[in-house]
Every structure is written in structure tokens, then in C-alpha cells.
């Protein structure tokens, strides 16, 4: 099963951490092992299975889930939100590529050498729309060193969306994991809503874990003031990779 960190306390990238165990109601727990025997002899219930680990307070308070698991929902289920939400629609895209975008027509033009940036959708359409009433749409792209294909697509890609009214911004892979950015997809709706990606290993979407749990909110909140400092627009990352092809 796979692993996502909730949230550390370590500056340095070593324990403590709180970890999700996706698909389970579990919480995993990463801190220095509890070898004082005066404590050990104290606790209750001891199986063999069992160890313990020693954390701080702020980290559980910080980080640990106040709601229940949510489910996995289909991504159409989060639909209405790209209309309805009241001020900021906020994307983290990690991934080097995405199914959605290899198995669209774009894709073929995009190999051929076609301008993919200029064509409509119903996508740019609600962008424009809901930009025009004041919204904002944002989105932090990671970028390898080298681009890979699918961020090359994408960049070639984004001049469209940045038209239609997205502000659009990048930042180095490298960049993201010294600032300790989370390493899954997500939508952040008004700084209040988080629906949250699930990939299988081909960048197959298998669809969104909707919550608004305080503690997942606020780190998203969190990534997203960091990465939006240190991300750069997406039209002077495209001509830095353009003028290396």
C-alpha cells in the first residue's frame, strides 16, 4: 500500500513524520525509538509486534487527521467545483506525465509539430468565465532537468490555458523537494476544500480523496505559499527549454 506524508517537524528531512497508508484508516508514525526502560516497563498491553516511538506534540497537533479516511471518488465527482468555487482554484501537478494528456488528440499534433496552444475547449471556456467574474485560476507545474516529454507537453500546451486566464507558474523538481512540497496532485478550492489525486503506476487517474479536514487544508495551504513564492511563469520556463532543443 502505498505511503503519503501528512506532515513533519523536521526541518532536515529526518523523523518525526506522520504518514497516511492510503486506502486504510491508518496513520503511520515516524519518530526515534522509545528505549527508556523506566517507560517501557510502564505500558500496557505490549505485543510482540509492537514498538514505540517518541514525538513531538506539535506534530500531532499540527498534522494528525481530525476526520475520518475519505473515500475515493470518481474525478467527475468534484466537477461542479471548477464552477462553483467562490474565489481560488489552486492545482500542484507533480507527475512527469499524465495518461489523460498521451491518450488525447493533442498529443499526436503536439509529436508533429503542430501548435497545440490555441485550441478551444471546454475547459478554456470555463476559465475565461469564471476568471472574468474575479476568480482565479492557479496552477504550480513541477519541471525535471531535463524536461520530460509529458512536461514538454505541457508547457507547449499551457500559452492556451494562460490566454483563457490561468496564471500558470513552474518550479524545478530539485526546488520542490528541498522545500519539502508533497509529492501527490491535488486541487485546493478556496483555501477550504482539498481533493487529492490517486495515480496508478501508468499516470492513470483513478480519481480525487475529497476532504476538509483542518490539518490536510492548512499543509496544503502551506504548499502552496511555498511553491507559488518560488515558482517562475510558465512562458519563461518554456523559452529556457525551447532555446536547449
Not at 475515493?72 to 471548477?82: E, N, T, Y
Not at 497545440?116 to 504550480?140: D, H, M, P, Y
Not at 515558482?231 to 525551447?242: G, K
Amino acid at each position: 500500500m502505498t505511503l503519503r506524508c501528512i506532515g513533519t517537524t523536521s526541518d532536515e528531512g529526518d523523523c518525526p513524520t506522520l504518514y497516511e497508508i492510503e486506502g486504510t484508516d491508518e496513520v503511520l508514525v515516524q519518530g526515534d525509538r522509545e528505549t527508556d526502560p523506566a517507560h517501557l516497563v510502564q505500558l500496557r498491553d505490549v505485543k510482540p509486534s509492537e514498538t514505540f516511538v517518541r514525538v513531538p506534540r506539535s506534530l500531532l497537533t499540527r498534522y494528525a487527521p481530525r476526520t475520518p479516511a475519505p473515500e475515493l471518488q470518481p474525478f467527475s465527482a468534484i466537477s461542479h467545483m471548477f464552477r462553483e468555487f467562490r474565489h481560488t482554484a489552486w492545482r500542484l501537478e507533480t507527475r512527469r506525465g499524465y495518461a489523460s494528456d498521451r491518450r488525447s488528440p493533442k498529443w499526436a499534433r503536439w509529436q508533429a509539430g503542430e501548435d497545440i496552444a490555441a485550441e478551444a475547449s471546454t475547459w478554456l471556456e470555463n476559465v475565461a468565465e469564471q476568471t472574468a467574474a474575479g476568480k482565479r485560476f492557479q496552477r504550480v507545474r513541477l519541471v525535471d532537468d531535463p524536461p520530460t516529454e509529458g512536461q514538454r507537453f505541457l508547457l507547449a500546451s499551457a500559452p492556451g490555458n494562460v490566454a483563457a486566464g490561468e496564471d500558470i507558474r513552474n518550479l524545478t523538481r530539485a526546488e520542490a523537494e528541498h522545500l519539502r512540497l508533497p509529492d501527490h496532485d491535488f486541487w485546493l478550492f478556496d483555501s477550504k476544500i482539498l481533493a487529492r489525486f490517486a495515480f496508478d503506476e501508468d499516470d492513470t487517474t483513478l480519481g480525487v480523496y475529497v476532504t476538509e479536514d483542518p490539518a490536510e487544508v492548512l499543509a496544503a495551504c502551506q504548499a502552496r505559499d511555498a511553491a507559488w513564492h518560488h515558482a517562475v511563469p510558465t512562458q519563461e520556463v518554456a523559452r529556457r527549454v525551447a532555446s536547449t532543443v
